[in-house]
Each structure stands twice: as structure tokens, then as C-alpha cells.
Nanobody
Framework: VQLQASGGGLVQPGGSLRLSCMPT????????RAWFRQAPGKEREFVAA?????????YSDSVKGRFTISRDNTEKTTFYLQMNSLKTEDTAVYYC???????????????WGEGTLVTVSS
């Protein structure tokens, strides 16, 4: 499986972006989906995850109430990260991921996507 992340860019504080992650090679049936991020000079951190059935999700405290992880219910393949009320501290490279474990752990990720850069700046 390869995961292709897209949707990053430059946005002003308070703005919104939606990131997409599209798997190729196979579907993600049975896999939890997640997003991580790595800010400049910092370690990669967990952002959000949703179980493979799509009925449960959890978020890091720093994004709770502002970000939403979802999936395409028609295709059950592509998944998204809707980011609202963006702050400068949300600037990072965002990575999508898939894991057979849920709750999801970074060391238990089975597949990683290439990162997409999000820059929040005025």
C-alpha cells in the first residue's frame, strides 16, 4: 500500500485547509487511519485517528475541537483531515498513516504517506 497525501499549503491564522490521503495498491479495510505532524525542530507527534469502521475517533489535545478526521464513505479509501481555526503553531509537515491497531500507536503504524507541508502565517 502507498499513501498519497495532498492539500497542504500556505494559509493565514484563523483559516482552514483540508488534507487528503489516498491509498493505492489496495483498500484500507480493517486499518485505522491517522494523521501525524512534525514541526520544524520537533519530533513527529500524533494529531488524529479514526478506527477502520469509521465510528470512533480521537484527537490530540492541541487540535481537539478544531480538526476533524473523516473518510470517503462512498469509496471507503480516501480519508481527510479538515483543519479549521488554524494557528501558527499548526505549521508542520503532516503525514497520513494506516495501522491494523486501534487505538493507534506511532510505532505500530503499518503504512506511512509522504508528508504535505502546512504553513500558517500572516
Amino acid at each position: 500500500v502507498q499513501l498519497q497525501a495532498s492539500g497542504g499549503g500556505l494559509v493565514q491564522p484563523g483559516g482552514s485547509l483540508r488534507l487528503s490521503c489516498m491509498p493505492t495498491g489496495r483498500t484500507l479495510v480493517g486499518y485505522a487511519r491517522a494523521w501525524f505532524r512534525q514541526a520544524p525542530g520537533k519530533e513527529r507527534e500524533f494529531v488524529a485517528a479514526r478506527n477502520w469502521r469509521g465510528d470512533r475517533a480521537y484527537y490530540s489535545d492541541s487540535v481537539k475541537g478544531r480538526f476533524t478526521i473523516s473518510r470517503d464513505n462512498t469509496e471507503k479509501t480516501t480519508f481527510y483531515l479538515q483543519m479549521n481555526s488554524l494557528k501558527t503553531e499548526d505549521t508542520a509537515v503532516y503525514y497520513c498513516a494506516a495501522s491494523s491497531d486501534y487505538p493507534l500507536r506511532e510505532d505500530g503504524v503499518d503504512y506511512w504517506g509522504e508528508g504535505t507541508l502546512v504553513t500558517v502565517s500572516s
